[in-house]
């Protein structure tokens, strides 16, 4: 197989979550081109997303010793830093990431969500926003853009990116996050009527008919009702 073939490759298992394959192919083109950055590149993701970290750490150090200009092996060792609750390494580490790369979706979220964790809640937004100026469709962007504004308190934006993320991810985690947005964004007897439809909705795994009779709901609450359940 050739190099470009194996990257391809490579790259494909990546995104699937298969290290393992992944890992064998890197290994492949290190022993082939032991001093190519990019390989051990790969290596520092494979060997993170199993959980290897001591040798993703050494992976990520080897592919920026070959080549200084790559900013994932910085991410991959923010992660690890971050793992480790050694906060300020990890923080630096994302930083040198977003200043090599940094209209990268997985750089630019990486810094975003350290910054976030730091506490420096506006630069983090500022971050995320950038970060969909060029991906609007980033899932991750706008979950940890949801997460930014739910700290700032600035509930009606956090409303809206947690509903944008619910649109990306219909999973039940996806759902608990919003319904923790309404319960912010609204009054307590609010949120517990949308609990209430949304559990159904979702236990039931039908649309349910919004029919509240009696109850003379706010024109925005209605529509957002009605996008929650309906989708």
């Known amino acids: 197989m050739q190099m470009k073939a194996q990257y391809d490759a490579a790259r494909i298992l990546l995104g699937q979550k298969d290290y393992r394959e992944a890992l064998r192919i890197y290994l492949d083109i290190v022993h082939q081109f032991p001093k190519d950055g990019r390989a051990y590149q790969g290596l520092s993701q ?12 050494s992976a990520s150090n080897k592919a920026i010793q070959l080549d200084e200009n790559l900013a994932m092996p ?18 630096a580490e994302a930083h040198r990431a977003y200043a090599l790369l940094p209209e990268l979706d997985e750089v630019a979220n990486c810094y975003g969500a350290l910054l976030l964790g730091a506490g420096r809640r506006d ?31 600035d509930f009606p934006k956090y409303l809206e990116e947690a509903k944008l993320t619910y649109n990306y991810q219909r999973t039940l985690g996806a759902a608990i996050d919003l319904l ?18 949304l559990l159904g ?19 925005n609450l209605y529509a957002d009702l009605r996008f929650l359940i309906e989708g």
């Not at 910085?74 to 923080?91: I, P, Q, R, T």
């Not at 923790?180 to 439809?197: C, D, H, N, P, S």
């Open 46 to 57: 494979c060997y993170f997303g199993l959980r290897r970290f001591d040798d993703a750490l």
């Open 180 to 197: 923790i947005a309404y319960e912010q964004r609204y009054a307590f007897a609010w949120a517990t009527l949308v609990i209430i439809f």
């Open 201 to 219: 909705a979702w236990l039931l795994k039908a649309r349910i008919l919004l029919v509240i009779p009696a109850i003379s709901l706010s024109q």
């Open 123 to 153: 630069e983090s937004i500022a971050v995320l926003q950038r970060v969909l100026e060029i991906h609007p469709e980033s899932e991750l962007a706008h979950k940890n853009l949801a997460l930014a504004y739910r700290e700032k308190k």
């Open 74 to 91: 910085h991410v991959v060792l923010a992660y690890v830093y971050h793992y480790w609750s050694d906060y300020d390494k990890a923080l």
